[in-house]
């Protein structure tokens, strides 16, 4: 499985990114998804994920909830992340991950990583 993630920039506050993770070699739909974040000195924390299939279920971390939005297109192999109304503090590489699970209103990661997109959100 390769993933591929893109859609980071510079932002000010306030404004909004799109990120995107683009995932080859595998079934997508038959796996659920997650984005993680990891700024420097800190460890990697979830932002969002979404099941498998229709992507009924979705499960944020606290930073994102009201704010971000995770979705997937499984025609396209494509899972999304809509970040806005950004902070300075959401700066960070963020990261896709691939097939992970989920339960009990958590998401555990698998070892499949895409290679982050950085995003800077300037005061």
């Known amino acids: 499985v390769q993933l591929q993630a893109s859609g980071g920039g510079l932002v000010e506050a306030g404004g909004s990114l799109r990120l995107s993770c683009s995932a080859s070699?595998?079934?997508?739909?038959?796996?659920?998804m997650g984005w993680y974040r990891q700024a420097p000195g800190s460890q990697r924390e979830l932002v969002a994920a979404?099941?498998?299939?229709?992507?009924?279920?979705?499960v944020y971390g606290d930073s994102a909830k009201g704010r971000f939005t995770i979705s997937r297109d499984n025609t396209e192999n494509m899972v999304y992340l809509q970040l806005s109304s950004l902070k300075p503090e959401d700066t960070a590489v963020y990261y896709c991950?691939?097939?992970?699970?989920?339960?009990?209103?958590?998401?555990?990661?698998?070892?499949?990583w895409g290679q982050g997109t950085q995003v800077t959100v300037s005061s």
């Open positions: 070699g595998s079934t997508f739909s038959e796996y659920s």
């Open positions: 991950n691939h097939g992970g699970a989920m339960w009990n209103g958590a998401y555990y990661p698998s070892n499949l």
């Open positions: 979404i099941r498998a299939g229709s992507g009924s279920e979705t």
